[in-house]
T-cell receptor, first 111, second 112 residues
């Protein structure tokens, strides 16, 4: 059983561009969580999804950020019109319902 | 609002020492608590998960305890090795199906 997969591992964008981060959960896991780790900060929750549904998006900025977890395919975190403050490591975790298993993260750098 | 604090922020020890990392949380009504390890530039590796009804969990040289009433958990590492050098994160879950709330971590350095 492969672990949680995230791609790309590193992403560089210029201000104003769009960033798409992908997360493939572990087989059999229907819960996906996205977290963000800013430099010198702890991990902060962004959004929690189950297949085709957003369960909790209380940690996600209201503008420019969106997330989906379609019936088929990976979960996607989308950041529109990126700004330098979006530079961070974005981690995805999947869960069968209890323990969370984390992917290696995507490190986004905004120039 | 649940807050998680980890002390110390950094710790340096010589190889072979036993050590304790501390985690405290402000609201004792938790569902479970998880300890993770994060290596520089890498993802998180789950070390131990303690359910709210449990007092401790053990895996190899690691032992984690949970005292809900006092809002504390400790991670005990026996006979530390240089390979244990990493950042250790504590995270709590307040209810089933909710996200984890993380502390900022303790960065451990074990010298040979």
């Amino acid at each position: 059983n492969a672990g949680v997969m995230q791609n790309p591992r590193h992403l560089v964008r210029r201000r104003g561009q769009e960033a798409r981060l992908r997360c493939s959960p572990m087989k059999g896991h229907s819960h996906v969580y996205w977290y963000r780790q800013l430099p010198e900060e702890g991990l902060k929750f962004m959004v929690y999804l189950q297949k085709e549904n957003i369960i909790d998006e209380s940690g996600m900025p209201k503008e420019r950020f969106s997330a989906e977890f379609p019936k088929e395919g990976p979960s996607i975190l989308r950041i529109q019109q990126v700004v330098r403050g979006d530079s961070a490591a974005y981690f995805c975790a999947s869960s069968p319902g209890n323990e969370q298993f984390f992917g290696p993260g995507t490190r986004l750098t905004v120039l | 609002k649940q807050e998680v604090t980890q002390i110390p922020a950094a710790l340096s020890v010589p190889e072979g020492e036993n050590l304790v990392l501390n985690c405290s949380f402000t609201d004792s009504a938790i569902y479970n608590l998880q300890w993770f390890r994060q290596d520089p530039g890498k993802g998180l590796t789950s070390l131990l998960l303690i359910q709210s009804s449990q007092r401790e969990q053990t895996s190899g040289r690691l032992n984690a305890s949970l005292d809900k009433s006092s809002g504390r958990s400790t991670l005990y590492i026996a006979a530390s090795q240089p390979g244990d050098s990493a950042t250790y994160l504590c995270a709590v879950r307040t209810q089933a199906g909710t996200a984890l709330i993380f502390g900022k971590g303790t960065t451990l350095s074990v010298s040979s």
